[in-house]
């Protein structure tokens, strides 16, 4: 059974200190590991997807990476409108995703 | 730009009622989902579909029926609502040839 852990739970950070979320996986066959970004009350939205381990992508303070058991996605200099739960999901077969419980992140001023 | 859409942001029912929610997407996304969200279980898929009039069971059927007569609409019908279905329903669509998936605002059901 495919199995997603995001690790912490919750991370609070004060404006401009840099951290990364981790994603680990146990899947058989990875055929893309998705991150989401979540705000309070809506629909997750698409930020990334990686393909196989060495992959990164960017979009402004986030850096997601790929290995062949994890992903993190790392933020850098953080503001606090980065503040929202991050979910990582992973695509074996089919197109059925399966999501991990997310990381609830807060970034203080 | 992507675009699902769900026809209530907010709704509130009684035990017992049928409840109909529906998702539209623009897209033209041949897979569309439907799932529930709920504080500490995460996102859990309740069913999904390929294909106009084609539909398979998620990890949660129980409850719950889908429809898709259209390409772009996938609608979720609760035969008699439960207390046990309060939560957040998201619905959300991808290609068949790209992975992602793409998701609408969601609907928080409040059954009573």
């Known amino acids: 059974e495919d199995q997603v852990t995001q690790s912490p739970e919750a991370l609070r950070l004060q404006e401009g200190e840099s951290s990364s979320l981790n994603c680990s996986y146990t899947?058989?066959?990875?055929?893309?590991l998705f991150w989401y970004r979540q705000d309070p009350g809506k629909g997750p939205e698409f930020l990334f997807t990686?393909?196989?381990a060495g992959e990164e992508k960017e979009k402004e303070r986030l850096k997601a990476t790929l290995t062949k058991k994890e992903s993190f996605l790392h933020i850098t200099a953080p503001k606090p409108e980065d503040s929202a739960t991050y979910l990582c999901?992973?695509?074996?077969?089919?197109?059925?995703?399966?999501f991990g419980e997310g990381t609830q992140l807060t970034v203080n001023p | 730009d992507v675009k699902v859409t769900q026809s209530s942001r907010y709704l509130v029912k009684r035990t017992g009622e049928k409840v109909f929610l529906e998702c539209v997407q623009d897209?033209?996304?041949?897979?569309m989902f439907w799932y529930r969200q709920d504080p500490g279980l995460g996102l859990r898929l309740i069913y999904f579909?390929?294909?106009?009039?084609?539909?398979e069971k998620g990890d949660i059927p129980e409850g719950y029926s889908v429809s898709r007569e259209k390409k772009e609409r996938f609608s979720l019908i609760l035969e008699s609502a439960s207390t046990n279905q309060t939560s957040m329903y998201l619905c959300?669509?991808?290609?068949?040839?790209?992975?992602?998936?793409?998701f609408g605002p969601g609907t928080r059901l409040t059954v009573l």
């Open positions: 959300a669509s991808s290609s068949a040839r790209r992975n992602e998936q793409f």
């Open positions: 899947v058989s066959g990875l055929r893309g």
């Open positions: 990686l393909y196989s």
């Open positions: 999901a992973v695509k074996t077969s089919g197109s059925r995703l399966t």
């Open positions: 897209m033209d996304h041949e897979n």
């Open positions: 579909s390929y294909d106009v009039k084609m539909k």
